[in-house]
């Protein structure tokens, strides 16, 4: 079993930016994907940005340009967001699919406020 665990949430004033990282408890093999979810109160939690096996990196469009994920070594994943806006204010996960399971960090809350 593979635990995540996710850092970086918090206040923000709208312009601003945050780091959000996950580490996993050990390193993962055969990953098809590790990324960032968000869920908005009231909504479903979708997809933000995930990195695919082989390196090819895949945007939600309302955050292309703005956000920036990054990994390392199958056990690290992190969500660089700049500009971030008040739309933006939701729980993000972490998010890795590997050794035939998906696996989900326990989230952490991002809000966009002035």
């Known amino acids: 079993q593979v635990q995540l665990v996710e850092s970086g949430g918090g206040l923000v004033q709208p312009g601003g930016s945050l780091t959000l990282s996950c580490v996993a408890s050990r390193r993962m093999f055969s990953v098809n994907s590790m990324g960032w979810y968000r869920q908005a109160p009231g909504k479903q939690r979708r997809l933000v940005a995930r990195i695919l096996n082989g390196g090819n990196t895949q945007y939600v469009d309302s955050v292309r340009g703005r956000f920036t994920v990054s990994g390392d070594n199958a056990k690290t994943v992190s969500l660089q967001m700049n500009s971030l806006k008040p739309e933006d204010t939701a729980v993000y996960y972490c998010?890795?699919?590997?050794?035939?399971?998906?696996?989900w960090g326990q989230g952490t809350q991002v809000t966009v406020s002035s």
């Open positions: 998010g890795v699919a590997a050794d035939a399971t998906f696996y």
